[in-house]
């Protein structure tokens, strides 16, 4: 093992006394403290993988390891409600449910802003050029030159709710690449406001439809839909209209623009447990049914106050 920073070092003599330890209420307190140190969003076997007895770090890994992972990723979503509309940090916590040991949440942001500057490196123009036009590049830019687009064989995989993952293999369902789109946009607007002093003068938001997941571009002189996860197709109003009517809903599309961001996660949970119960999967189950609780009162709340 090399070299490792204060914090690291802390985390790993708590492994170690956790070890160490047999008394019940001792490694409870242990643990707690863990659960506490790791840094938000940090999966506990990183640090377990760092031990260098290989004695230890298999009998952690069998103890704790799992139990710690669940723990953690609920402290962590608790955390998050502080600041319930940072889509960035909510859509990472979803990511936390795979069995990625080695991602981490400043890799994750770190991520849009490098696929911001590309973006800028490739239309080095964009600044001056039409709305028209920048909506185009916007399109073209993320689901033709990166590739990104919907998993049509593979449709039920749950790496497509992943957004780490899908960074990695440029497929995803509608609402990760809806969310990795709106993601892409509010840096854009960040990085175009700091350092060109400009402002943008569109607006992408998220629509919240039952069944498909899409997006809005609006501006004085383009307002469309457009679709992710079909490589970026437009969509019409009398398309969405005519998507609702099909599925039994009468409400127009607008009563599904811009939901909560706390909902948006929910929808992206509310996924993946769907795919977790046909699997069977009884452990992520209830870890996500325990992610629902916690956001389940305010999204209520938020839905009375926005009238959605």
Known sequence: MGLLNE???????????????QDVEIRKDIFKKITEKIPFGMNPYY???????????LQLRSQIGSELNIAKIIYDFKLYMEEPNNLMKGSYL??????????????YKKKYFLLVEEFLKTYPDFIEI?????????????????????NFDDYHNPENSFITKVFETKKGI???LSVLTLLFYEVLKKIVESKYNKKLNFKIQPVNLPGHFLLLFSSSKL??????????????????????????????P????????????????????????RRNETKKEKTIESLLKILNNLVQVEDKNNSI
């Open 94 to 107: 979803v990511s936390r449910l795979s069995d990625s040991i080695f991602i981490n949440y400043e890799d």
């Open 254 to 277: 607008e009563s599904y623009h811009n939901p909560p961001i706390p909902k948006i996660i929910a929808r992206m949970l509310h996924n993946l447990y769907n795919i977790y119960s």
């Open 130 to 150: 039409d709305i028209e036009e920048q909506y185009s590049k916007i399109i073209d830019f993320l689901y033709c030159y990166k590739g990104f687009q919907g």
């Open 223 to 252: 307002t469309t839909y457009f679709d992710p996860f079909h490589f970026g197709n437009k969509i019409t109003y009398s398309d969405c209209y005519k998507h609702l009517l099909k599925l039994g809903y009468h409400q127009n």
């Open 47 to 57: 640090f377990i993988e760092l031990i260098d007895d290989s004695l230890i770090r």
């Open 7 to 21: 914090i690291d070092a802390e985390i790993l003599n708590l492994f170690y006394l956790y070890y160490e330890h």
């Open 174 to 176: 509608p609402v990760s």
